[in-house]
């Protein structure tokens, strides 16, 4: 069974930094294109990060190019989003996704809340 | 970028309703267009992929096409599980931007 379970989530101040994780299972992670998508309250979806399988690829949005950082260990079946001098418009539940035909498999989440 | 329009925004139907949703996208994506459902406190689930290969376990009432720059989910009789908020998505370029989403609730 694919299973995506991030953490790292948290209350953190304006200005702040946090480490996001993704833990991946049940599929052969060192293969697939990984993202991070994110999601504020009350509001749509939105593409964050990707990084290619031979991690040669690094791709971000336009809102947080220069602050966050998307990495991977294949070895771990491990993906990481170091997020710096957050926002509070950085405040959503963040996603990991596989790219497969889509974004096939999601993990549950994990909420950021960045507020004083 | 590419930008990913949705219309409606929101609509409200009933059970057994013909339900379609649209998308376009502001220049040519091919058939790198696909559709996610997600429900409340959930996360986002593949539809339809390349724009109209229906995802495994998903029920056939759900289908997908493309005209061009524009992209409709059609839901063929709709169920009370799928009263739910609506994404298209677009992955041809590595910018991968989602729609504003469609909610559709019950009348």
């Known amino acids: 069974e694919v299973q995506l379970v991030e953490s790292g989530g948290g209350l953190v101040k304006p200005g702040g930094s946090l480490r996001l994780s993704c833990a991946a299972s049940?599929?052969?992670?060192?293969?697939?294109?990984m993202n991070w998508v994110r999601q504020a309250p009350g509001k749509g979806l939105e593409w964050v990060a990707s990084i290619s399988y031979i991690d040669n690829f690094i791709h971000y949005a336009d809102s947080v190019k220069g602050r966050f950082t998307v990495s991977r260990d294949n070895a771990k079946n491990s993906l990481s989003l170091q997020m710096k001098s957050l926002r509070a418009e950085d405040t959503a539940v963040y996603y990991c996704?596989?790219?497969?035909?889509?974004?096939?498999?999601w993990g549950m989440g994990t909420l950021v809340t960045v507020s004083s | 970028d590419i930008q990913m329009t949705q219309s409606p925004s929101s609509l409200s139907a009933s059970v057994g309703d013909r339900v379609t949703i649209s998308c376009r996208a502001s220049q040519s994506i091919g058939s790198f267009l696909h559709w996610y459902q997600q429900k409340p406190g959930k996360a986002p689930k593949l539809l339809i992929y390349a724009a109209s290969s229906l995802e495994s376990g998903v029920p056939s009432r759900f289908s997908g096409s493309r005209s061009g720059t524009d992209y409709t989910l059609t839901i063929g009789s709709l169920q009370p599980e799928d009263f739910a908020t609506y994404y298209c998505?677009?992955?041809?370029?590595?910018?991968?931007?989602f729609g504003p989403g469609t909610e559709v609730d019950i009348k």
């Open positions: 049940g599929f052969t992670f060192s293969t697939y294109t």
């Open positions: 996704a596989s790219l497969g035909f889509g974004f096939d498999y």
């Open positions: 998505q677009q992955t041809y370029s590595t910018l991968y931007t």
